[in-house]
């Protein structure tokens, strides 16, 4: 079985990071005219405390799905490094045996070039491709879910939208998907 750790505290300093800023938002909603919101440029002088309650709470829901965005960054992120590593111990192991094969007269030169590096398998696209045959139509799915609420968020994207699939369920694909590596 894969070592799932990277994931899981991938997505534990991202609920430590929600509960900050839930804890923060509450405070900031009883307390809107508080001068940290106005240091902050969050509210402004005059604001009657039903529109800075209004003002608070949209940037607030930001940060949440921002954080979100985070958790699904950081939880890929985690899964691709200990993809990688993986894939590069059975490259290698393939490598070496297909050399041997050459050498010992088993296989001809030229099936060397079915070899592969583990440089082929360095983002997340290409380790989904690799495993595909392997993975389930819903696990697929669900990978490629995460893979583009990824991408969105890397390329840009508007944080008041949540990503496709909520870090929680991204957090379970992640460690479903890195037992099949």
Do not use: C
């Not at 509210?43 to 309650?53: I, L, M, Q, W, Y």
């Not at 608070?56 to 985070?70: K, N, S, T, Y």
């Not at 691709?80 to 010992?104: F, H, M, P």
């Amino acid at each position: 079985m894969a070592d799932s750790a990277p994931i899981d505290r991938a997505f534990q300093r991202s609920r430590v990071l929600a509960r900050l800023v839930a804890e923060a938002r509450e405070h900031a909603t009883r307390n809107p005219g508080h001068d940290k919101w106005l240091d902050l440029g969050l509210t402004e002088v005059g604001d009657r405390p039903k529109d800075a309650v209004r003002k608070l709470e949209r940037i607030f829901d930001e940060i949440a799905g921002l954080i979100e965005h985070l958790a699904i960054l950081d939880m890929a992120a985690s899964y691709e490094r200990s993809a990688r590593t993986r894939i590069g111990n059975y490259v290698g192991v393939l490598n070496a045996v297909g050399e041997a094969a050459v050498r010992r007269g088993g296989l001809p030169r030229h099936s060397l070039g079915l070899l592969r590096r583990a440089t082929e398998y360095q983002d997340l696209a290409s380790i989904i491709e690799l495993l595909k045959p392997s993975l389930d139509a819903d696990l697929l799915t669900d990978l490629q879910r995460v893979r583009r609420s990824r991408n969105s968020f890397a390329h840009g994207t508007d944080v008041s939208f949540g990503p496709d699939i909520d870090a929680e369920g991204a957090r379970v694909v992640l460690k479903q998907a890195i037992d099949v590596v």
